[in-house]
């Protein structure tokens, strides 16, 4: 079981950028599909964004869909999302999560590594 943490997280003011990053110290992300899921105090946790272990297939919640970017950098070993035009609906703690299943759903389920999480906060 591969072992994920995130970084990258802050404030920021509505309309801005930030880009997390999904690392896994001593170990490689290359055979695992990678998935960012989101949560706020009193709700479910939401999948926003996965890359898939075949071909990088990406998918996206219908909410960030033209805002986020997710992608693979295999030279580091790592996972990045991208976020521009942040709103304060995106505000949450962002977990990176791995599987070793090619399905690339956001089925939280799926998902057997996560991360602590780190805070995005974003103010209007």
């Known amino acids: 079981q591969v072992k994920v943490a995130e970084s990258g997280g802050g404030e920021v003011q509505s309309g801005g950028s930030l880009t997390l990053t999904c690392a896994a110290p001593?170990?490689?992300?290359?055979?695992?599909?990678v998935a960012w899921f989101r949560q706020v105090p009193g709700k479910a946790r939401e999948g926003v964004s996965c890359?898939?272990?075949?071909?990088?297939?990406?998918n996206y919640a219908d909410s960030v869909k033209g805002r986020f970017t997710i992608a693979r950098d295999k030279g580091n070993n790592v996972v990045f999302l991208q976020m521009t035009r942040l709103k304060p609906g995106d505000t949450g703690l962002y977990y990176c999560?791995?599987?070793?299943?090619?399905?690339?759903?956001?089925?939280?389920?799926?998902?057997?590594?996560w991360g602590q999480g780190a805070q995005v906060t974003v103010s209007s």
């Open positions: 999560a791995a599987s070793i299943w090619e399905r690339c759903n956001m089925d939280p389920t799926d998902f057997d590594s």
């Open positions: 890359i898939s272990v075949i071909d990088d297939k990406t």
């Open positions: 001593g170990s490689t992300l290359f055979y695992h599909t």
